[in-house]
Structures are given as C-alpha cells and as structure tokens.
Nanobody, 125 residues
Framework: QVLLEESGGGLVQAGGSLRLSCAASGRTFSNYYMGWFRQAPGKEREFVARINRSGSTTYYADSVKGRFTASRDNAKNTVYLQMNGLKPEDTAVYYC??????????????????WGQGTQVTVSA
C-alpha cells in the first residue's frame, strides 16, 4: 500500500506559477513510477506528466510541454510538479499516482495502482 497526499494547489492568475507536491508513504518510494493527472469538471481524467523511478526521464502531455516540469526527491519521498505560464484551461483537480511495474502506456489512469485525493488548481483569466 502506498499513500499519496498532494498539496500546493490554489488560485492563481493566468501567467502565474504553482508548485504541486505529492508526499508518499508506505512502501519504498523509489520503486515507483509516478504520474500526474488532472480532471476538470465534466471531463475525463487526463495525463499530465510521468517521471521514472530515478527521476532521469520525464514525459509530458503536449498541452503542458514546455510549461510544466515534473521532478522527484526520493530521499524525501516526494514528487513535484512545477507549473509555469498557467492558463485558464489548466484549471482542474490535480492528482498524483504511483505505479510499481513499468508500462509503455503511461498515459492511461487505469495503469496506475495508487492515487492521492487531489488538489484544486484554479487559474483566473
């Protein structure tokens, strides 16, 4: 069992920045691939970013590429999502997720084993 808790969400103006954190507990954090997803009202949960176990490789959705950066600190059992250049369309609940085994399909929510409760990000125009 891995417990995940996101923090750092809030209200920000367009063009601003936020840094989300996701603290993990339970199992060995460095054994897990970590993903970030988001879900806007009335929409399906969508992939945002994924980072591998060591933090050396990241993947991003096209909609956030160049603006968002995922990172992790395995010593602190924490994964981060730095969000710059925020747009109103980035408004959503943001979730972190963990997966133990490698999968080439890193964008499907169903591939992840554990989820946090989410943190709200609201970007005003």
């Amino acid at each position: 069992q891995v417990l995940l808790e996101e923090s750092g969400g809030g209200l920000v103006q367009a063009g601003g920045s936020l840094r989300l954190s996701c603290a993990a507990s339970g199992r060995t954090f460095s054994n897990y691939y970590m993903g970030w997803f988001r879900q806007a009202p009335g929409k399906e949960r969508e992939f945002v970013a994924r980072i591998n176990r060591s933090g050396s490789t990241t993947y991003y959705a096209d909609s956030v590429k160049g603006r968002f950066t995922a990172s992790r600190d395995n010593a602190k059992n924490t994964v981060y999502l730095q969000m710059n250049g925020l747009k109103p369309e980035d408004t959503a609940v943001y979730y972190c997720a963990a997966r133990y085994y490698y999968s080439s399909d890193y964008i499907s929510p169903a591939r992840y084993d554990y989820w946090g409760q989410g943190t709200q990000v609201t970007v005003s125009a």
